[in-house]
């Protein structure tokens, strides 16, 4: 009775392992936000506000959208004083505007 245990043959099994693909690495930027009365504004190009932290100055890139509080774009040039909230990328000299809400 052991006789057919000990010749019996045991099975091998192969065991491949895969990874997979890694995403591509993405560089995230942060939206931050200031607050503040419009100082300057130049459409299209910069635009300077006085903010709790002193004057702070932006770019205004091709995609910065201006809306009111409900969220409709505002057409009519920023006017220095208007209370704003601009939401950027970057820091110190590359703030890039991405939205400026008008809160007047």
């Known amino acids: 009775m052991i006789a057919p245990l000990a010749f019996a043959q045991t099975k091998k099994m192969k ?6 693909p890694q995403p591509a690495a993405t560089t995230e930027t942060a939206t931050n936000y200031s607050a503040g009365m419009v100082r300057k ?5 910069t ?6 932290q002193g004057p702070l100055s932006f770019a205004l890139g091709a995609n910065a959208q201006i809306v009111n509080n409900a969220g409709s774009a505002v057409t009519s040039p920023l006017k220095p ?3 704003v909230r601009v939401y950027y990328t970057g820091a110190n000299q ?3 505007v991405e939205r400026v809400v008008v809160e007047d």
């Open 47 to 52: 635009m300077m506000i006085d903010s709790t």
């Open 94 to 96: 590359n703030r890039m």
């Open 41 to 45: 504004y130049e459409p299209g190009r």
């Open 15 to 20: 065991v491949q392992q895969t990874t997979a």
């Open 81 to 83: 004083g208007e209370h």
